[in-house]
């Protein structure tokens, strides 16, 4: 048994409006699964996956933001509820030491190994030591589950992804050692990956980037590389794995305006661990249904 939980940052669950790029670009595999694109006319139970709408916001007003949506993703725990606010990029410090205690990722150590499918160059960790980036709600939660970070090398290896899925970034940083990947080879390497443990998070944040207008990538390319992810992934999945996809809060959904929104997010789920996460409605839900879907009762 094997759970592939693939965080994708800043998308929610609307309808089909122009300014939708989940509407106007074609998603094959995942229409496959739900008899449509990723939007919220879509949600329900199919034959072979579950599309949920499910909450990000916690009644506080305001927009949703990462820090705090990520913190609740991973920990399982109603963050924006205990800090009473939407906080942006980070943890709150409040929260950071549950969120290493008690994320997903360490709880599955009680039933086997769990792997953050993520590759991360010296420069990243450079940058870290250097206080040019701060550690993010993944990252937290792989230290304290004590995940090993995965390298340049093990995405050679097709044994790691990278943030943007096809590589782009990290064959600028590394030409003569990183090619390009096709986004559904990059989804069958993370489930044959996922294959020795029984949980792998894998995030990718280039939808908040773009949806922020801050990456040269263009919507419709992006939305082509989820789908072929999820498409590889679903392809390479063993009957008794399950792919659970969701996010922390909208923003790629609206390519009208650049902030966050307050739209529900996807939770899209493929495999045996339907029948536990249907019961999820907000992001702080998922955690614990995917410790249930690792020890069934
Ligand atoms: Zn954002």
Known sequence: MAIVFVFIDGIGLTDARSDNPFATTAMPFVQALVGAPLLHNAV???????????????????????GTGQTALFAGIDAVGLVQRHQSHFPPTALQQTLRDQS???????????????AFDGGFWDAIATRKLRKSASVIAAEGADVRFRTVDDLVAGQALSWDITNDVM???????VAAIDAYDAGVNLA??????????????????VGHGRSTIDAATVVTRIDRLVGGVVATLRPQDSLVISSDHGNFECQSDPS??????????????????????????????????????
Not at 55 to 64: E, K, M, N, Q
Not at 104 to 118: E, I, K, P, Q, T
Not at 192 to 209: C, S
Not at 265 to 293: F, K, M
Request: aromatic fraction near 4%; charged fraction near 20%.
């Open 104 to 118: 997903v990722l360490r709880r599955a150590l009680m039933h086997g190994s769990s792997a953050f499918a993520n």
């Open 171 to 177: 064959q600028t940083r590394h030409p003569e050692r």
């Open 260 to 297: 966050h929104t307050r739209n529900p997010v996807p939770l899209l789920v493929v495999g045996p661990a339907c029948d536990t996460l249907h019961e999820v409605t907000d992001i702080s839900h998922i955690a614990d249904a995917l410790v249930r879907v690792m020890r069934p009762e």
């Open 192 to 209: 044959r990956l996922a294959q020795g443990h029984v949980l792998t998070l894998y995030e990718t944040f280039l939808t908040d980037l």
């Open 44 to 66: 329900g139970r199919h034959r072979h996956a579950l599309l949920k709408a499910i909450d990000a916001c916690f009644s506080v007003p305001g927009l949703p933001q990462s």
